[in-house]
């Protein structure tokens, strides 16, 4: 009873969260519910017939899914490692400037994020263009033979992951920034008199207390990764090959073009199960050490 009158206390509390919380029902609970519901389904838009676990278990033997799976493992674990340690490293270059020159250099770098992702990968559409792109007129200038490098299935891939590390990260350097600038300055102070380098004062002092905002980046960063889907749509349509076939693509090409609802929604509810244990396990990894 003293448990519900306090509940009862504090209730206007829950009127301000009321709105996100509608907003998170209506846009993320009930859609993953009824993707969950889709999923048991043989659906198309002109007939819908319960198979079970019918489409999971065609997945499961699916060569083509488990292409896509791999290929969104590479990318993801390509891009990310490699997206977080630029955020850092240009985190820890602009630091010792004044306040206004931090800031010029993370709009900069936040740029992309403010940009239209079909517009940026359109620009890079025509930097890897063979015949008359930027990069290969630069390897002709050099005396280097022209490579197709969205054409061939060895290049397509970690193309894709150059364009997105090279891209990407503005919003974990605004985020490191400011947690960088929450750090008491005479943490730094104290190490320098004792002798410390630069390295081991950003090894010992700078990583050990931006542990907070490594994970949420990394657990984000690797969320909106394995979903990545506009650059694939744009320059590559999973080719060649199938080497660039991402899950998210598969998705859309089940659920838009071979009109399979309900195996598009028993793929996605796959990709949302190997998050989630994605998410569970870098907490795991990275939230036992981490100091709040």
């Keep these: 009873m003293t448990h519900l009158r306090n509940l009862w206390k504090y209730h206007w509390g829950y009127f301000f969260i009321l709105p996100h919380f509608t907003l998170f029902v209506i846009f993320f609970l009930i859609p993953v519910v009824y993707g969950m519901h ?14 079970g676990l019918g489409n999971y278990k065609f997945l499961f033997g699916d060569w083509l899914f488990k292409k896509a799976l791999a290929n969104t493992f590479l990318y993801t674990f390509g891009v990310v490692p490699l997206w977080l340690g630029k955020a850092l490293l240009i985190t820890a270059l602009i630091y010792p400037f004044r306040k206004s020159i931090r800031t010029f250099y993370k709009a900069i770098f936040y740029l992309p994020h403010v940009t239209s992702s079909v517009i940026i990968a359109m620009i890079w559409l025509w930097v890897f263009n063979p015949s008359f792109g930027l990069l290969n007129h630069m390897m002709k200038q050099l005396g280097l033979k022209p490579i197709i490098w969205l054409g061939n299935k060895m290049t397509a891939l970690p193309s894709l992951v150059a364009v997105q590390v090279i891209m990407g990260g503005g919003s974990t350097i605004v985020l490191l920034s400011a947690a960088m ?40 960063g690797t969320i909106a990764n394995f979903q990545t889907f506009s650059n694939i749509y744009v ?25 399979d609802l309900g195996l598009a929604c028993a793929q996605s509810m796959i990709i949302f199960a190997i998050l989630v244990c994605l998410a569970l396990i870098q907490f795991k990894w990275l939230g036992s050490s981490v100091e709040y």
């Design 181 to 220: 600038s929450s750090i008491p300055e005479y943490y730094f102070e104290s190490a320098k008199l004792e002798g410390a380098s630069s390295w081991q004062i950003f090894r010992k002092i700078t990583i050990p207390l931006l542990k907070p905002t490594i994970l949420y980046s990394l657990v984000i």
């Design 38 to 51: 889709l999923s048991l389904f043989d659906y198309n838009f002109f007939s819908k017939n319960f198979i």
């Design 235 to 259: 320059m590559t349509k999973g080719g060649p090959e199938f080497s660039t076939m991402t899950t998210s693509y598969l998705v859309y090409e089940t659920a838009f073009k071979n009109y």
